[in-house]
């Protein structure tokens, strides 16, 4: 237990970070629903997917291949200086490349009159890249405390920017206030590309603060080192382009396979109430901080496996907490949208809430292939979950719209839990608590649906139900105690 309490208070300050950036990114939500129109919104969703797939690109899983070999007889400073070279060196060739074809790329994604936020959106990418290494660093030295407050100095930067442009700006405008300042740093007419400087800015200062870590590199590149790296590394970017694909292909195709004067309000509606999925994904974000260095560090351990099945037991109870509690709670959580247009969505909640429930128990299976190099096997379960992801987008959107792209992530996530099960049975047998997890789905899934039959909107009524399940767990823990303990 306490190395479970560790991996708590680990997870804890990870998520100090992720729940207050995630919080204060989902309180602009009102800020761009109330500013920009679901076209517009659509517009952002769709370049920001590009984004996704660009950085799995760009890291190509050094990260993860970092976390492997820094606990191998290589050494975290040989395969710290190796990889952050190795993404030093193809970052400047994507930053001179996607320079010189901005146009075109501005051209391909819908953005004709705009190459400018091609250019800032890779720069974008290249800063983030190179922060990589130095984050991992600072996650396998347990310098959680550090990490954080580098990423709530991104956060802050990042909102303070956004609330100047769309806010400050337009109200010293209409007052008429220090004109000369405002007109010469703000176009009215720039739209979302505010979004992009204000990152752009944020990933500049992130960099920055991670110098110290990067200037105490020595340097040097091992090619053995990297061989085994890119070995490493190589499936799970297959892998995690896969996911991006599962994660947010769906945007793609809702503007590609809807008529083209209602797609990209579609997109942009799906992907405002797609962000209220965020007290899910955040927590999700802080457990893999923590838990993909734990996992490493308890391999080679000879109770690794029983931590590994505990940690999933509790994972899965909070996590089914979440899900209920977003879902009772969304009369009060809507409000955050401010333009009722986009509230026509809002029925995707408890689906995609269900698909993220099903992805973290994703990761948690996935430690399998991870601790014992069969890294492949990661690829193959994400590109088979691309590939239902494609083909279920593709029959469901002409039919439900992006009801549709809801239910292909639900089930492609569930699938993808199934097949990692299966195949870690043969090659690393974890034994999990299935009887305590299906418990504690059941019983959220069961109070959920007594409340949509309830569905009263009453705060306390609400409360009830997530009190209800709350007492149902520790009920249960407390039998599971006596039992083990009578044995």
């Given at each position: 237990m306490?190395?479970i309490?560790?991996?708590?208070g680990?997870t804890a300050?990870y998520g100090l970070?992720s729940?207050?950036?995630?919080?204060l990114?989902?309180?602009?939500?009102p800020l761009y629903?109330?500013i920009?129109a679901p076209?517009?919104?659509?517009v952002l969703?769709?370049?920001?997917t590009?984004?996704?797939?660009a950085?799995?690109?760009?890291t190509?899983g050094?990260?993860?291949?970092?976390?492997?070999?820094?606990?191998?007889?290589?050494?975290?400073?040989k395969?710290m200086?190796?990889?952050?070279?190795?993404?030093?060196?193809?970052?400047?060739?994507?930053l001179?490349?996607s320079?010189?074809?901005?146009?075109p790329?501005a051209n391909?994604?819908h953005?004709?009159?705009?190459?400018n936020f091609?250019?800032?959106?890779v720069?974008?990418?290249?800063?983030?890249?190179?922060?990589?290494?130095?984050?991992?660093?600072?996650?396998?030295?347990?310098?959680a405390?550090?990490f954080?407050s580098i990423?709530?100095?991104?956060i802050?930067?990042?909102?303070?920017?956004?609330l100047?442009?769309y806010?400050?700006?337009?109200y010293?405008?209409?007052q008429?206030?220090?004109?000369n300042?405002?007109e010469?740093?703000?176009?009215?007419?720039?739209g979302?590309?505010?979004i992009?400087i204000s990152n752009l800015?944020?990933?500049?200062?992130?960099l920055l603060?991670l110098?110290?870590?990067?200037?105490?590199?020595?340097?040097s590149?091992d090619?053995t080192?990297?061989?085994?790296m890119?070995?490493?590394g190589?499936p799970?970017?297959i892998?995690?382009?896969?996911y991006v694909?599962?994660?947010?292909?769906?945007?793609l195709?809702?503007?590609h396979?809807?008529s083209?004067d209602?797609?990209?309000?579609?997109v942009?509606i799906y992907?405002?109430?797609?962000?209220?999925?965020?007290?899910?994904?955040?927590?999700?974000?802080?457990?893999?901080?923590?838990?993909?260095?734990?996992?490493?560090?308890?391999?080679?351990?000879?109770?690794?496996k029983e931590k590994?099945?505990l940690?999933?037991?509790y994972?899965?109870?909070?996590?089914?907490?979440i899900?209920?509690?977003?879902?009772v709670?969304?009369d009060?959580?809507?409000?955050?949208?401010?333009?009722e247009?986009y509230h026509?969505?809002?029925?995707?909640?408890?689906?995609l809430?269900?698909a993220?429930l099903?992805?973290?128990?994703?990761?948690n299976?996935?430690?399998?292939y991870?601790?014992?190099e069969k890294t492949?096997?990661?690829a193959?379960?994400s590109v088979?979950?691309a590939?239902?992801?494609?083909?279920?987008?593709?029959?469901?959107?002409?039919i439900?719209?992006y009801?549709?792209s809801?239910?292909?992530t639900?089930?492609?996530y569930a699938?993808?839990?199934?097949?990692s099960?299966?195949?870690?049975r043969r090659?690393?047998?974890?034994?999990y608590e299935?009887?305590?997890?299906?418990?504690?789905m059941i019983c959220?899934?069961?109070l959920?649906?007594?409340?949509?039959?309830w569905?009263?909107?009453?705060?306390?009524m609400?409360?009830?139900?997530?009190i209800?399940y709350?007492?149902?767990?520790i009920a249960?823990?407390?039998?599971?105690?006596?039992?083990?303990?009578?044995h």
């Open positions: 306490s190395i309490k560790k991996l708590v680990q300050i970070s729940i207050v950036g995630r919080l990114n989902f309180l602009l939500v629903t109330g920009f076209e517009e919104y659509g969703s769709v370049l920001m590009v984004v996704a797939f950085m799995v690109v760009l190509y050094f990260e993860t291949a970092f976390f492997h070999y820094t606990n191998k007889e290589e050494g975290s400073e395969v200086s190796t990889g952050f070279i190795s993404l030093l060196i193809t970052s400047l060739l994507f001179v490349f320079s010189c074809y901005s146009k790329i391909l994604l953005v004709p009159e705009h190459p091609i250019q800032w959106l720069w974008i990418l290249v800063l983030d890249v190179l922060t990589t290494l130095p984050f991992a660093k600072l996650r396998v030295d347990h310098r405390w550090r954080a990423r709530l100095v991104n802050t930067v990042n909102i303070g920017l956004n100047f442009f806010l400050l700006c337009p010293l405008l209409k008429r206030v220090a004109l300042f405002v010469s740093i703000y176009d009215p007419t720039m979302i590309g505010y992009f800015i944020a990933s500049a200062v992130m603060l110098t110290p870590e990067i200037f105490r590199l020595k340097f590149f090619f080192v990297w061989k085994k890119v070995k490493y190589f799970l970017l892998g995690g382009l896969a694909t599962n994660e947010m292909a769906d945007r195709l809702l503007e396979l809807l083209e209602v797609a990209t309000a579609q942009g992907s405002a109430c797609y962000k209220i999925a965020i007290f899910m994904t955040l927590f999700i974000q802080a457990f893999r901080y923590g838990a993909e260095p734990f996992f490493f560090a308890q391999a080679q351990k000879t109770d690794a590994y099945a940690v999933m037991r994972f899965i109870a909070f996590t089914a907490f899900f209920l509690a977003i879902n709670f969304i009060v959580i809507k409000n955050f949208i401010r333009d247009a026509e969505g809002l029925d995707v909640v408890p689906i809430l269900l993220n099903f992805l973290g128990m994703y990761y299976l996935s430690v399998w991870k601790v014992s492949r096997f990661g193959y379960l088979s979950g590939l239902i992801t494609i083909v279920l987008n593709i029959l469901l959107i002409p439900m719209s009801m549709g809801a239910w292909a639900l089930i492609c699938s993808m839990c199934i097949m099960y299966l195949f870690s090659h690393y047998p974890i034994y299935w009887k305590y997890i299906s418990f504690y959220a899934l069961s959920f649906y007594i409340w949509t039959l569905h009263d909107n009453h705060f306390i609400s409360s009830m139900f997530c209800t709350i007492f149902s767990v249960l823990e407390k039998r599971k105690k006596i039992s083990t303990f009578k």
